[in-house]
């Protein structure tokens, strides 16, 4: 079922830009190429870093007075991790837009969410920058291993970005970018087709 593997490199000091770098990102409901989206991670004993670059010359930033709402309609980047590569346990996700607001949440499938839930040790920053934005983070490893998420160094992983722009009207438009493509005609991510497997280098 697991159709791509990351390495994530080891690293004392969690030099995140050491790790090494995944770029194969694809639209999985559309044509064309995705925009640049490159993600890193690395790991030691006390924490799971990553980054996110990503290339972006239309960023949507949504107002709502619900904060999940006002990440649900922006531009973003997403992780998710299982328990297991058939989803039937618990998976976690964290949605991350470019002001530095995080919709998290646990879920069992098919899309049963419960996001009064949040990790307790995720930290993250962003940076928008000139046709883009940076997303740099970390969990903490004994919050994953607490999860039941590291299994023998290999964790069950997802990582996305939504793409929100404007079409030549000036509508908006809604696209979505897999690191693995689910090979599904229904737009949804929260499929086990759509997980790779994280392996945690020593």
Not at 4 to 26: A, E, H, I, P, Q
Not at 58 to 85: C, M, N, Q, Y
């Amino acid at each position: 079922m697991i159709k791509k593997v990351y390495s994530v490199r080891y690293s004392d000091r969690l030099d995140v830009m050491s790790g090494n770098l995944m770029k194969d990102f694809t639209f999985p409901w559309k044509r064309g190429r995705a925009p640049r989206t490159e993600f890193r991670a690395v790991w030691n004993e006390q924490a799971l870093g990553f980054h996110f670059d990503v290339d972006d010359e239309d960023i949507i930033l949504h107002e709502s007075e619900d904060p999940d709402e006002a990440v649900l309609g922006s531009d973003r980047v997403e992780i998710f991790l299982a328990t297991k590569p058939d989803l039937k346990g618990l998976y976690y996700g964290a949605e991350m837009d470019p002001r530095g607001n995080v919709y998290d949440y646990k879920a069992k499938y098919h899309r049963e969410f419960d996001d009064r839930w949040s990790f307790g040790n995720l930290k993250f920053r962003c940076e928008i920058r000139d046709g883009g934005y940076t997303v740099k983070g970390r969990f903490a490893m004994d919050e994953l291993n607490n999860l039941d998420l590291v299994k023998g160094k290999q964790i069950v992983a997802g990582v996305y970005r939504a793409e929100f722009g404007h079409n030549k009207k000036g509508d908006l438009t809604e696209e979505w970018i897999s690191w693995v493509n689910p090979q599904k005609d229904e737009q949804d991510f929260h499929v086990p087709e759509s997980f790779g497997m994280w392996k945690l280098d020593l």
